[in-house]
């Protein structure tokens, strides 16, 4: 089941450094390869919380 709902990208703080990506085992972040900038698909995301170490500017958030 998603849990996108209960994970949020803050688009203030993302840099779109794209060390999320390499570590969510679902794809819900993927980088665009054209764009050079992270997506977050929210219905992927299983709010497992291993986006949120890597985060260097800690942008991603849960909230349960």
Same mark, same amino acid.
Do not use: W
């Given at each position: 089941?998603?849990?996108?709902?209960? =994970?949020?990208?803050?688009?203030?703080? !993302? *840099?779109? +450094?794209?060390? /999320?990506?390499?570590? $969510? %085992?679902?794809? #819900?972040?993927?980088?665009?390869?054209?764009?050079?900038? =992270?997506?977050?698909?929210?219905?992927? !995301? *299983?709010? +497992?919380?291993? /986006?949120?170490?890597? $985060? %260097?500017?800690? #942008?991603?958030?849960?909230?349960?």
């Amino acid at each position: 089941q998603s849990l996108g709902q209960n =994970v949020m990208r803050n688009d203030a703080r !993302c *840099t779109h +450094c794209g060390a /999320c990506v390499v570590i $969510c %085992p679902t794809g #819900a972040l993927a980088l665009d390869p054209k764009t050079r900038m =992270v997506n977050f698909y929210e219905d992927k !995301c *299983t709010a +497992c919380e291993l /986006c949120m170490l890597p $985060c %260097p500017p800690r #942008a991603m958030e849960v909230h349960f």
